[in-house]
């Protein structure tokens, strides 16, 4: 996923970090934005152009991805891109535009001859093309994120590779999405009402939860790899790279022997990770929901919740001190970050789902339910009573009084009602 800074062809036209389309394969179903079967073959001439180095420089910024296969190029940010306007890939993609450069390599808008679609295309880092297991996990990965079929998820084609003079480009073909980064949103808008937000987080929640549920993991979650593209009924939101940040290859002659090779290996960008990301422990959707806590606490606040002066710094804050308050915010939203920014993992939501019904205050929490003490027989009756109760809260009443002699039932009584009324 390209960082923010690097994006260029902003406008209506500049997809950012996800810019996607449909390749090889092809989409099962097309969705608002997705490309499916549609276009007739047409011929192709075949291209023998060379492709350029690119580079950039490693920014040391800390919302600038760690892992190896997705730091920007060493190099001058200037240099021209791989691919040129009009340029043939693979015999089958026509270039229209340089979009952006990023981490992981360069995205192109194209045009499929065999579709007659527009789609776009991302390059892939000649390190990570050139390391056997980080081309053979990448693969993995594109299958597994393949299995993702949501509106609210950027969906991956297929892999596929443009053969130059001056060696192979290896590339991945994408859902096409037109529009900006939330990322940039934040920037231009300073804070997203809560309203907004609301809006956009209940489309990022249902995409980690499509995703969670096929097994696949995010690793690198965070406002600049959201893309949004404007409908009628709003913004959509599309999530994209999922899975991608795991592609980590190894230098030759450097495996495991670099001191800083785990640092590098973590997979992730420093001000989104999950402590657990930050330790180097195993990792699972919890720190997807983690990344989710941070999006959300940016989205309402313009700011993130850990600072430091270095990408270090920052990853480790987490580690050390609790995620500050919302300032000025709904203490249901509040809430909610700050359990989706619980350091352990077990002491977050379950689903990204469960985090918006927080908000929402539609969530039952089971810690809530397993406090009540157990029934040791059956409740049978006293409907009356149970309805009496109800109709006094229904009616404005914040407290009611149940009076009657001792042994009666009083608290029994309570207890169905309170369950009853979490259970709803």
């Known amino acids: 996923m390209q960082d923010d800074a690097e994006q260029h062809g902003k406008g209506p036209d500049a997809t950012g970090p996800g810019t996607t389309g449909p390749s090889t394969g092809g989409p099962d179903g097309a969705g608002p934005h997705d490309t499916g079967p549609g276009g007739t073959g047409r011929d192709r001439a075949r291209s023998n152009d060379a492709a350029g180095a690119t580079e950039s420089s490693l920014s040391s910024d800390p919302t600038v991805d760690l892992t190896p296969a997705r730091r920007p190029y060493s190099g001058s940010a200037a240099g021209a891109p791989a691919f040129t306007d009009g340029q043939l890939i693979a015999d089958r993609y026509r270039i229209e535009a340089f979009l952006a450069r990023g981490g992981m390599g360069e995205v192109y808008r194209a045009h499929d001859l065999d579709l007659e679609v527009t789609v776009a295309l991302k390059t892939i880092r000649p390190d990570t093309a050139s390391d056997p297991d980080a081309l053979r996990s990448l693969k993995r990965e594109v299958l597994l994120a393949r299995s993702v079929s949501h509106r609210n998820v950027c969906r991956i084609y297929d892999i596929g590779t443009h053969h130059a003079k001056d060696g192979s480009i290896w590339f991945l073909s994408m859902e096409h999405v037109a529009g900006e980064t939330l990322s940039e949103r934040i920037r231009r808008a300073a804070r997203l009402s809560p309203e907004d937000t609301l809006a956009i987080a209940r489309q990022l929640a249902d995409a980690l939860d499509a995703a969670h549920a096929v097994g696949v993991v995010h690793r690198d979650f965070k406002s600049g790899n959201v893309l949004l593209t404007e409908g009628a009924a709003g913004p959509r939101a599309v999530v994209t790279d999922f899975g991608l940040a795991r592609v980590t290859p190894t230098a030759p002659g450097n495996r495991g022997t670099d001191p800083d090779s785990e640092v590098h290996a973590i997979a992730g ?81 379950a689903t990204a789902g469960d985090a918006i019904r927080a908000i929402e205050g539609r969530l039952v929490d089971p810690r809530v339910l397993h406090s009540l003490p157990a029934e040791r027989d059956v409740f049978v009756g006293r409907e009356g009573e149970i309805a009496a109760i109800a109709a006094g809260f229904e009616n404005g009443g914040r407290l009611v009084s149940l009076l009657g002699p001792g042994g009666m039932g009083k608290t029994r009584l309570a207890r169905r009602y309170a369950t009853g009324s979490l259970a709803r």
């Open 269 to 349: 960008t420093p001000a989104y990770m999950a402590p657990e990301q930050v330790l180097g422990q195993p990792v699972g959707p919890a720190a997807d929901l983690y990344a989710l806590g941070i999006v959300l606490f940016e989205m309402l606040s313009g700011r993130l919740p850990f600072g430091g002066a270095t990408a270090l710094e920052i990853a480790g804050a987490r580690l050390l001190a609790a995620p500050p308050d919302l300032p000025d915010a709904d203490p249901r939203w509040n809430a909610a970050v700050q359990r989706l920014l619980a350091r352990a993992p077990s002491d977050r939501f």
